[in-house]
Structures are given as C-alpha cells and as structure tokens.
Nanobody
Framework: QVQLVESGGGLVQPGGSLRLSCAASRSIGMINSMGWHRQAPGKERELVASMSGGGFTNYADSAKGRFTISRDNAKNTVYLQMNSLKPEDTAVYYC???????????WGQGTQVTVSS
C-alpha cells in the first residue's frame, strides 16, 4: 500500500502562483506515473498534468503554458508549479499515482486551491 501526502494548496489572487507537492510513503520504482487531477464543484474530476518515471509529461490544454509538473524520484515526490492562476483553476487538487504492472492506482486526500480576489 502507498499513501500520498499532499501539501501547498491555499488561497491566492488571480495572476498569482502556488506550488503543490505530493510525497509517496515508500519507494515506488520507475515504472509508474505520478500526476495531478482536480475537481471543481459540480464538475467531474479531470487530469491536470502527469509525469512518468522516465520524464514523459502530459498536460491538460488548460494547464499548458501556465503549470509545470516535475518529479524528484529519489524523494518519491511530484510537484505542480502553477503560475498565472485564474478563478477557474479553483478546485480540489488530487495527487495520483499509477504503478505498473497492473495499473495499481492511488489517490491523495486532496488539497484545496482557491483563486479569488
């Protein structure tokens, strides 16, 4: 079993920045994907960005050019740097880990990001 511990959410003004962190509770190897999803009130959970152990990245169109995902494999940690935040980025952000083989999937508890003036 793997626990994912998130940090870094909060309240920020439009145009501001936040950095989210997610640490896995144990070594997870390299054949995996870590990333971030978000869920706004009344909407479905959606992918924001993900990154494989080998460094391949995938971004939602809404995140391209503003958000950057990175990993520290030695620390089993993934980061999401969010710049130029907009009110529509307001959501609960969930860390996600998928481990292969078997596509075992784990979720963090979620961290609230609120973009408001």
């Amino acid at each position: 079993q793997v626990q994912l511990v998130e940090s870094g959410g909060g309240l920020v003004q439009p145009g501001g920045s936040l950095r989210l962190s997610c640490a896995a509770s144990r070594s997870i190897g390299m054949i995996n994907s870590m990333g971030w999803h978000r869920q706004a009130p009344g909407k479905e959970r959606e992918l924001v960005a993900s990154m494989s152990g080998g460094g391949f990245t995938n971004y939602a169109d809404s995140a391209k050019g503003r958000f950057t995902i990175s990993r520290d494999n030695a620390k089993n940690t993934v980061y999401l740097q969010m710049n130029s935040l907009k009110p529509e980025d307001t959501a609960v952000y969930y860390c996600n880990l998928v481990i292969w083989p078997g596509a075992r999937t784990y979720w963090g508890q979620g961290t609230q990001v609120t973009v408001s003036s």
